[in-house]
T-cell receptor, first 115, second 112 residues
Framework: KAGVTQTPRYLIKTRGQQVTLSCSPI?????VSWYQQTPGQGLQFLFE???????NKGNFPGRFSGRQFSNSRSEMNVSTLELGDSALYLC??????????????FGEGSRLTVL | AQTVTQSQPEMSVQEAETVTLSCTYD???????LFWYKQPPSRQMILVIR??????QNATENRFSVNFQKAAKSFSLKISDSQLGDTAMYFC?????????FGTGTSLTVIP
């Protein structure tokens, strides 16, 4: 069974540009969540999608947005990039509806560098 | 909102020794899960161990075990017989079924 796949793995952008990151969850997983990981801050929750609907959203500005497609693949977009957006962006999928035991399965991440 | 606190940014342990990573959390929920995740250098995050809050018995997974103190809202991870492959960032997390909350992580280095 294929794991969570994130593309691209690495990318470099300049301030003001926008970026789109993609995540393909494990087959059968309908919940996809996104996290921003920076040194010293740990993982900060961005948002979670389930069946194409955003279920939860973290405390990030509106420049951060996402969506989920009917095949459960998800994309997140960051517009008007700032230097502080440089981070590892992690995607995780899980099987909701199984109580609280829905373990998160993570992808390898997309490392974004903003110059 | 929940908070998860890991007060040890970095730790080291000699190979074959035992080390304990600390984690405290704050939640008003009655039912929740707690997790320890491991992120090896340049590799993806994987689950180490999980604990259901309503279970008194501490979870164990081979060399990994937890000390779950519900009243104190403490959830520490003990790694026995440390191996070089245990070198990684370790994240404590809580989940009420709605959202995961992660700590800032503890960087563990196993010294040969």
């Amino acid at each position: 069974k294929a794991g969570v796949t994130q593309t691209p793995r690495y990318l470099i952008k300049t301030r003001g540009q926008q970026v789109t990151l993609s995540c393909s969850p494990i087959s059968g997983h309908r919940s996809v969540s996104w996290y921003q990981q920076t040194p010293g801050q740990g993982l900060q929750f961005l948002f979670e999608y389930f069946s194409e609907t955003q279920r939860n959203k973290g405390n990030f500005p509106g420049r951060f947005s996402g969506r989920q497609f009917s095949n459960s693949r998800s994309e997140m977009n960051v517009s008007t990039l700032e230097l502080g957006d440089s981070a590892l962006y992690l995607c995780a999928s899980r099987l909701p509806g199984q109580g609280l035991s829905g373990e998160l399965f993570f992808g390898e991440g997309s490392r974004l560098t903003v110059l | 909102a929940q908070t998860v606190t890991q007060s040890q940014p970095e730790m080291s342990v000699q190979e074959a020794e035992t080390v304990t990573l600390s984690c405290t959390y704050d939640t008003s929920e009655n039912n929740y899960y707690l997790f320890w995740y491991k992120q090896p250098p340049s590799r993806q995050m994987i689950l180490v161990i999980r604990q259901e809050a309503y279970k008194q018995q501490n979870a164990t997974e081979n060399r990994f075990s937890v000390n779950f103190q519900k009243a104190a809202k403490s959830f520490s991870l003990k790694i026995s017989d440390s191996q070089l492959g245990d070198t990684a960032m370790y994240f404590c997390a809580s989940d009420t079924g709605n959202q995961f909350y992660f700590g800032t992580g503890t960087s563990l280095t196993v010294i040969p």
